[in-house]
């Protein structure tokens, strides 16, 4: 059974920083594309980073430069590092694994940046 768990949500204010983790069972992180995605209240869901099987990377336009996706291979775990954080970045953060056509989500960490 595949299972994504993210943590490290939470409170942070403007310009702080949070990692928040998405670690893995049933699948391995490596042989999957790894994704976050958010979802802020009223918005559709959307892509914030990607970590491809090869190692490559892509970022939104709205987080590049402040964010960073990594993967931890021996902890089967897959990682975004936000820094500089905006209020706008206040929204539900969900894990992805794609491969094949065939899509897993966890169940998302809620991240809420205020003074």
């Known amino acids: 059974q595949v299972q994504l768990v993210e943590s490290g949500g939470g409170l942070v204010q403007p310009r702080g920083s949070l990692r928040l983790s998405c670690a893995a069972s049933?699948?391995?992180?490596?042989?999957?594309?790894m994704s976050w995605y958010r979802q802020a209240p009223g918005k559709e869901r959307e892509s914030v980073a990607i970590?491809?099987?090869?190692?490559?990377?892509s970022y939104a336009d709205s987080v590049l430069g402040r964010f960073t996706i990594a993967r931890d291979n021996a902890k089967n775990t897959v990682y975004l590092q936000m820094n500089n954080m905006k209020s706008e970045d206040t929204a539900v953060y969900y894990c992805?694994?794609?491969?094949?056509?065939?899509?897993?989500w966890g169940q998302g960490t809620q991240v809420t940046v205020s003074s």
């Open positions: 992805n694994a794609e491969a094949g056509g065939t899509n897993y």
């Open positions: 049933g699948l391995t992180v490596s042989s999957y594309r």
């Open positions: 970590k491809r099987i090869d190692g490559r990377t």
